[in-house]
């Protein structure tokens, strides 16, 4: 019997490849709303990142998630993606 293949992603944080689970997803809804996907099943377009705040800061800092989505983000939004990794590390 074969091996499942496991999906890979990057982390827009550490630029790191890991498997898809071990990942949150950050989603732009068709509503332009930007939040935390943590079923990793919502509509919309999608960026990964590590379970760790200190990606979730380093892609802040290079706008990673900004050029993924070709929007600008407002803090309140980071500030809450934060509180979110925060409780669920």
């Known amino acids: 019997m074969h091996e499942k293949k496991v999906p890979m992603r990057m ?19 068709p509503e332009q ?4 996907d ?5 509509p919309g377009r999608g960026a990964y990142v ?12 290079a706008r990673r998630f900004e050029k993924a989505f070709s929007c600008k983000i407002p803090d ?8 979110e990794i925060s409780r669920n590390e």
Not at 11 to 29: D, T
Not at 33 to 36: K, P, T, Y
Not at 76 to 83: P, S
Request: with cysteine; aromatic share 2%; glycine share 6%.
């Open 11 to 29: 982390c827009s944080g550490c630029g790191e490849m890991k498997p898809k689970k071990e990942l949150v997803r950050v989603v732009k809804s």
């Open 38 to 42: 943590l079923t990793g099943r919502r």
């Open 50 to 61: 590590c379970r760790s705040i200190d990606c979730l800061k380093a892609a802040r800092k």
């Open 76 to 83: 309140e939004v980071f500030d809450r993606m934060e509180e």
């Open 33 to 36: 709303e930007i939040s935390l």
